[in-house]
């Protein structure tokens, strides 16, 4: 079935630093890559996406490009704030088939120090 | 818009007892998620809904889960008889609708965090 595997955290920066979060994906056909932020007692939030092989998504200075020859799908920011404290999903949806279900990774949990 | 409503934001109850979650989606999304997230097993997809209609219930764990989406606009996860392990944070999320890298994001509540003591 589908997977998704990032790098387990915590990962601490100090602001200004930069950032890359790995995720590499298992999966049949052509799924669509999500990068998801979670906010301490806050709910999911879509951070940016990708729906094509090398298309690169781009949200409030972060960054992913996805790679079909490498399956992955990082995320980068070249200069992290105290704001971007937060937990991390890199999650898919393949919907090639009859499944549209939202595979999830196990999350990152970032904090960044002022 | 609003965005996705939950309610309760926090639920305490004592072990037996009956829990009902509830959940308004986004106007005009057509599927509707339940997820459970853990620190032990992240985040779990429940239940998910297209037209009101449950499409893949696999995820729930028990027969002690039922979800229901009596309209468009509406949406409850019930856990009867409660238990200590079901403490969790609930999420309900939206999407316009399944297929289709434009309609097929989801977008979550705030959560409801579930203790059973």
């Known amino acids: 079935g589908d997977s998704v595997t990032q790098m387990e955290g915590p990962v601490t920066l100090s602001e200004e630093a930069f950032l890359t979060i790995n995720c590499t994906y298992t999966a049949t056909g052509y799924p669509s890559l999500f990068w998801y932020v979670q906010y301490p007692g806050e709910g999911l939030q879509l951070l940016l996406k990708?729906?094509?092989?090398?298309d690169k998504g781009s949200n409030k200075g972060f960054e992913a490009t996805y790679r079909k020859e490498t399956t992955s799908f990082h995320l980068e920011k070249g200069s992290v704030q105290v704001s971007d404290s937060a937990v991390y999903f890199c999650a898919l949806i393949n919907s090639g088939g009859s499944n549209y279900k939202l595979t999830f990774g196990k999350g990152t949990l970032l904090t960044v120090n002022p | 818009d609003a965005g996705v409503i939950q309610s309760p934001r926090h639920e305490v109850t004592e072990m037996g007892q009956e829990v009902t979650l509830r959940c308004k989606p986004i106007s005009g999304h057509n599927s509707l998620f339940w997820y459970r997230q853990t620190m032990m097993r992240g985040l779990e997809l429940l239940i998910y809904f297209n037209n009101n209609v449950p499409i893949d219930d696999s995820g729930m764990p028990e027969d002690r889960f039922s979800a229901k989406m009596p309209n468009a606009s509406f949406s409850t996860l019930k856990i009867q008889p409660s238990e200590p392990r079901d403490s969790a944070v609930y999420f309900c999320a939206s999407s316009l609708g399944l297929a289709g890298p434009q309609v097929n994001i989801q977008y979550f509540g705030a959560g409801t965090r579930l203790s059973v003591l």
């Open positions: 990708a729906t094509k092989a090398d």
